[in-house]
């Protein structure tokens, strides 16, 4: 166990140990939030591990959140070359304080993180998933686009990466970047269903919580808001006259920065518990690059359309970010 004040309580267990230490051992109920609920008796765990971990006080305040939390963070993290894994982080926020607790599961270990206050969770956090990165940079996308349309844009970039690539396989350094029309759309929907998360459009829709799977209206219409951003634009090939899209220096830009250093996802869903109701307040992904937080996040719309909207984020920007969401879930506990 790690007790340093400025770092997190850390208690590892076997894979199945610790829901058998939380209802064999504490004999604790579980809420419908809970990681641990079971409808069956769970026997005790019997081994020198468990037996000292219940005797530290916070790992049994740990063990009190986890068995009733009122906040859960369901995030996934993997990517570019990194595998996907999955964790779990729970809250009972109050109106004076907020303790949180994790759930990390690597192999075939349990990795319960204790946080007694929200800067020891924020430093954790931002230091695993964040560019550290202080310095602005443009935000070349719109403040809030539909989903087709925003989704249409992240393989705009993801078809850049590609097309630099291959230019590289083959040593041709390219004078400009282009595809053709027909090559551009047949890999939309190619990357769209295949779920391969090394690149940045399907491993959005892969490890954001509630995304896997989700079905766009595509209308016919859908390359005019790339265009008007400046990120590509409509062309006929010089040399067979065939319709191409060329790239434009914001779709250029960008696609540069993801192509060379787009490190990763982190894909988050922040569910409430109020009264006997599961709620989502939050859901976001976050692909930080060598240059800034890239935050994707849904928002309903005016008309109830499901939005997503970008900001390029500094580590300090990114930072209040996670106090806002924090503060957020909090208040929808407290106030419900």
């Not at 740990?62 to 990194?82: D, H, R, Y």
């Not at 310095?135 to 996308?141: E, G, K, S, W």
């Not at 779920?195 to 459009?201: E, H, I, N, P, T």
Request: net charge negative; with cysteine.
């Amino acid at each position: 166990m790690d007790n340093q004040t400025n770092k997190p309580a850390a208690f590892a267990f076997t894979a199945d140990e610790l829901a058998k230490v939380l209802l064999g051992n504490l004999g604790l109920k579980c809420n419908k939030l809970s990681l641990f609920s079971s409808a069956i008796p769970v026997v005790a765990s019997s081994s020198e591990n468990a037996t000292q971990a219940v005797s530290f006080p916070l790992f049994r305040r740990a063990a009190e959140i986890l068995a009733n939390p009122l906040v859960k963070f369901a995030a996934a993290k993997g990517g570019s070359t990194l595998a996907v894994e999955t964790f779990t982080v729970f809250s009972c926020p109050s109106s004076s304080s907020m303790e949180l607790v994790a759930v990390l599961r690597p192999g075939d270990v349990s990795l319960v993180l204790y946080f007694g206050t929200v800067e020891i969770f924020l430093e954790w956090w931002t230091d695993l998933f964040a560019c550290k990165e202080n310095t602005p940079v443009i935000n070349y996308l719109v403040p809030e686009l539909p989903l087709e349309e925003f989704t249409f844009i992240l393989h705009v970039l993801d078809t850049f990466r590609r097309i630099n690539m291959q230019s590289m396989l083959l040593y041709r350094p390219l004078k400009e970047s282009r595809i053709s029309g027909n090559d551009f759309m047949a890999s939309f929907e190619v990357a769209l269903n295949s779920g391969d998360v090394r690149w940045l459009m399907p491993a959005l829709f892969s490890i954001t919580p509630g995304l896997k799977g989700i079905l766009l209206d595509l209308h016919p219409d859908i390359i005019d808001t790339a265009e008007a951003l400046h990120f590509i634009k409509r062309t006929k090939n010089p040399n067979n006259g065939e319709d191409d899209l060329l790239y434009l220096d914001p779709g250029i830009t960008l696609g540069y920065e993801f192509a060379t250093s787009w490190l990763f996802g982190l894909g988050l869903a922040v569910e409430v518990l109020t009264g006997d109701e599961v709620n989502i307040v939050a859901r976001e992904f976050l692909a930080p690059t060598a240059f800034a937080n890239h935050l994707f996040t849904i928002v309903k719309g005016n008309s109830g359309l499901e939005m997503f909207t970008h900001f390029a984020l500094t580590l300090e920007e990114y930072r209040k970010h996670m106090i806002a969401l924090l503060r957020k879930a909090a208040v929808k506990v407290t106030t419900g």
